[in-house]
């Protein structure tokens, strides 16, 4: 069964050549490619609801700073590590399932200055290929709702942290009013889409060995970001640079259903950290 999800999948997010476009629609919007800055990868780096602004966040809150090595489970094309490495100065190992996102993400990691502060491994985050205790910080945005098995999930998180290492969360949970419209950028269906209420991910933390320390429910935020987000899709319509380079054209309709998603309950978001 996992193993047929996980094809699937690969399937949602992989597009062949992904580095070539992505520096290909870069060119186009007039950045020089042979000296990219991370503000420049902005528009598609970060690919979570409020982008950067979430990720710092979290990150303050999971108290970040140049003695920490983190994992990032889940790390698409890097966005995330990368903003953690400049920021923060901490060394950053990222793990996704999709190979084509990892080629793209040590590419631009390269382009901008930052490969020796962050290193990508292809892999399944309910098998993460990493000894125990390795990490201080365990760290996902935007991930669970891919994965089925979320028992395995978090005792493989909590089994790569250091003692009194910190899991630092921020995700996209069930909320109380109905079933999820599809299609929505982490799932055209329901099929390779796993949402649980908050409640059942407290108790799956703590299942698995983990102490909540702190829970702030973001969901206000992102609705707000969202509506902003639809009115300038609609008043501009798809930007030269954006999400649809890594989703391809139903992006606009998956952006609309994560707004009425998140405008209706049918999701909420939280920010999590707890400690091993």
Avoid at 8 to 15: A, C, G, L, S, V
Avoid at 81 to 93: D, M, N, P, Q, Y
Avoid at 206 to 231: H, K, M, N, P
Wanted: proline letters at 4%; glycine letters at 8%; hydrophobic letters at 40%.
């Amino acid at each position: 069964m996992q193993s047929r999800v996980n094809q699937t999948i690969q399937m949602h997010y992989t597009r062949p050549d992904l580095g070539d476009i992505i520096l290909n629609a870069l060119e186009k919007a007039g950045k020089n490619i042979n000296q990219l800055t991370p503000e420049d990868l902005a528009p598609i780096d970060e690919f979570h609801i409020r982008g950067r602004i979430a990720t710092l966040e979290l990150a303050h809150a999971a108290g970040l700073d140049a003695t920490k090595h983190v994992l990032d489970v889940g790390s698409g094309i890097g966005g995330t590590s990368r903003c953690l490495a400049k920021e923060f100065g901490c060394h950053v190992t990222g793990i996704d399932l999709t190979e084509e996102y990892c080629r793209a993400a040590r590419m631009l990691s390269t382009k901008i200055g930052l490969a020796h502060q962050v290193d990508y491994h292809q892999g399944d985050a309910t098998q993460l290929p990493f000894p125990d205790q390795t990490f201080d910080v365990v760290w996902t945005e935007h991930v669970a709702m891919n994965i089925l098995d979320k028992a395995r999930l978090y005792q493989e998180m909590y089994r790569v942290l250091k003692p009194d290492g910190t899991l630092a969360i921020y995700d996209v949970l069930a909320g109380p009013s109905g079933p999820v419209l599809f299609p929505v950028p982490w799932a055209r269906t329901a099929n390779t889409s796993f949402l649980v209420q908050p409640n059942e991910l407290r108790q799956l933390l703590q299942e698995a060995g983990f102490t909540i320390t702190d829970w702030l429910d973001t969901t206000e935020s992102a609705r707000t970001w969202f509506v902003s987000l639809a009115e300038k899709l609609q008043k501009e319509g798809l930007p030269s640079l954006g999400f649809h380079i890594l989703l391809g054209a139903d992006f606009k309709i998956m952006a609309q259903n994560q707004g009425k998603n998140l405008q209706e309950g049918r999701i909420v978001l939280a920010q999590i950290i707890a400690k091993k």
